[in-house]
């Protein structure tokens, strides 16, 4: 079976600050890991993902998440908080045996301070 | 490429009346998915439909939910005799069969459910 933990419903950043939005995954198998962003009253939109090969990940808006196994995390970067950022961020997993089927956290909310 | 389409964006039912909500997939996909984001939660998987086929339904509720994708035309997700507890905002997602063990999925923009 797979979850997703989301550490930290609601972050604040001030602006030009380190975004760090944290994922924990539970997975019989090795997944697929997914981040999304998703803006008021909008769908969700497609960040990053880890399918297969290098670990560190790099997505649009200037978001990277490194995959550790050992560690079972999946977390969110960005070096530089930028207003615009301010969203509400779902990590989610998919397994390599259920790929049809994905488990989201209950979402991060961030907010970036001027 | 138009996206994934839903409609109606906001639908506001009584108790007890029915509610259909519809999803059109991005153009070359076939494959559905329905998902439920429920007040301060994450999105829950519901249902997930190929053309003309329930693949897996695991996360519907026994009773009252029913969803379908039909050869021509939009998915259909329909709930009957709405009780509050199911506000909520909807989201379709689409992808292809892409034979990787995994599918990118696309979502709509959602349409949010109120049940007075």
């Known amino acids: 079976a797979q979850s997703v933990t989301q550490l930290g419903s609601h972050v604040s950043v001030s602006e030009g600050a380190l975004v760090l939005l944290r994922c924990n995954y539970s997975?019989?198998?090795?997944?697929?890991l997914f981040w999304y962003v998703q803006y008021p009253n909008q769908g969700l939109q497609l960040l990053l993902k880890?399918?297969?090969?290098?670990?560190l990940v790099k997505g649009i808006n200037g978001f990277e998440a490194e995959f550790k196994k050992s560690e079972t995390s999946f977390h969110l970067t960005k070096p530089s908080a930028h207003m615009s950022d301010a969203a509400e961020y779902f990590c989610?997993?998919?397994?390599?045996?259920?790929?049809?089927?994905?488990?989201f956290g209950t979402g991060t909310s961030l907010t970036v301070i001027p | 490429n138009a996206g994934v389409m839903q409609n109606p964006r906001h639908l506001v039912r009584r108790r007890g009346q029915e509610a259909r909500l519809r999803c059109s997939p991005m153009?070359?996909?076939?494959?559905v998915y329905w998902y439920r984001q429920l007040p301060e939660e994450g999105l829950k998987f519901m249902v997930y439909?190929?053309?003309?086929?329930?693949?897996?339904e695991s996360g519907m509720p026994k009773e009252r939910f029913s969803a379908e994708f039909p050869k021509e035309g939009p998915s259909i997700l329909r709930i009957q005799q709405v009780v509050r507890g199911d506000s909520a905002a909807y989201f379709c997602?689409?992808?292809?069969?892409?034979?990787?063990?995994?599918?990118?999925?696309?979502f709509g923009p959602g349409t949010r459910l109120t049940v007075t």
């Open positions: 880890y399918t297969t090969g290098a670990t």
């Open positions: 997602a689409s992808s292809t069969p892409s034979g990787r063990g995994w599918n990118e999925q696309y």
């Open positions: 997975s019989s198998v090795p997944p697929y």
């Open positions: 153009k070359g996909h076939s494959h």
């Open positions: 439909l190929q053309k003309e086929n329930i693949i897996d």
């Open positions: 989610a997993v998919s397994g390599r045996n259920t790929g049809n089927q994905f488990y």
